[in-house]
């Protein structure tokens, strides 16, 4: 019986070696790379001490210039690079205890490699500054990123409800 | 030496690692594709279940039937690492409405026992789809609510 489990196990471990080896490359990987830089930024802006100007600067680049967001819930459209990192300046000083974080991140690349469509879940863990608890909320997103200049960019980002009202 | 290592190998060192490595392939099939472990955060289901406590969801608990009225589900949002925790109140075809907090399906009351902090709230009457379930947590103050399509179900959260 060891026997037959030890052959079993050999067997299951070279498939799955020979499926990591033979499997195509993630085509979304630059995508996803930019989705996580994004985040390491977001939360990595609490600590190092960066001026707003230069944090403009850093969060700019990760926006399509003409960016569309839509919150749904009833909150108002927000269009245009300036108007989203407007609103993150403006919020900077209550961000002092956010962190973001990225999860199910399912990618489909157009074929001509120049867009993408973005499904994921954003995690947001809030830390209350006073009492120290924190607070887990998550919202669906789709988002539309778009190769500029060689770099991937945010063109659309649309707020899902998951429980359809 | 010896018999340190009889007390870590056994008898049989390699039926011994033969066993380990079969414990931790089922462990590993079982916890990742069988019964999935989430943490509640949050108190939209309370009292059923409290927040920042571990549960389990059946992803095999809907394979022959679709779920039932009552049933406390995992439904999934971009994906199954982040799952909302609702209870279903409405099945598929069904009329479901909220009227001063007290849920009516095809026009009379549903008997709620697990509802925790009633407070009078109105929806108007929504149909279901043919794959469609309404689902609402069980602490009315603060849970979300709305219909999910039976697809977007991960599984039965069972304990």
Do not use: C
Request: no cysteine; proline share 5%.
């Amino acid at each position: 019986m060891p026997r037959v489990a030890a052959i079993v196990l050999t067997a299951v471990a070279v498939a799955a070696g020979a499926w990591f080896l033979l499997s195509p490359a993630d085509s979304g990987a630059a995508v996803r790379a930019r989705l996580q830089a994004l985040a390491d930024m977001v939360n990595r802006s609490t600590v190092d001490g960066l001026g707003p100007d230069a944090r403009s600067v850093q969060l700019g680049a990760f926006f399509a210039e003409d960016v569309d967001v839509d919150l749904g819930r009833g909150a108002a459209p927000i269009h245009g690079r300036d108007t989203v990192i407007g609103m993150a300046e403006r919020l900077q000083p209550r961000t002092a205890a956010f962190q973001v974080k990225f999860a199910d991140v399912g990618i489909a690349m157009a074929p001509s490699g120049a867009t993408a469509d973005v499904h994921l879940t954003a995690e947001f863990l809030r830390r209350n500054i006073t009492t120290g608890e924190q607070t887990l909320d998550a919202r669906e997103f789709t988002i539309g990123m778009r190769r500029v200049g060689g770099e991937w960019q945010i063109a659309r980002v649309t707020a899902v409800d998951t429980l359809e009202k | 030496m010896s018999v340190i290592r009889r007390f870590v190998f056994g008898e049989n060192p390699r039926r011994t690692v033969v066993r380990v490595l079969v414990l931790a392939a089922i462990s590993f099939i079982t916890f990742r594709w069988v019964l999935i472990p989430i943490r509640t955060e949050g108190g939209s289901m309370l009292p059923t279940y409290a927040p920042d406590k571990l549960h389990f969801v059946n992803r095999l608990a809907y394979g022959a039937s679709g779920p039932v009225r009552g049933d406390v589900v995992a439904i999934q949002m971009a994906g199954p690492h982040v799952v909302y925790v609702k209870r279903i109140v409405g099945l598929p075809g069904e009329r479901v409405a909220v009227e001063g907090g007290q849920v009516q399906i095809n026009g009379t009351a549903l008997p709620e026992p697990y509802v925790h902090n009633r407070r009078s709230w109105e929806l108007e009457e929504v149909t279901l789809g043919a794959r469609e379930y309404f689902v609402i947590g069980d602490n009315r103050s603060i849970s979300d609510f709305g219909r999910t399509p039976a697809s977007k179900i991960l599984g039965k959260v069972v304990f």
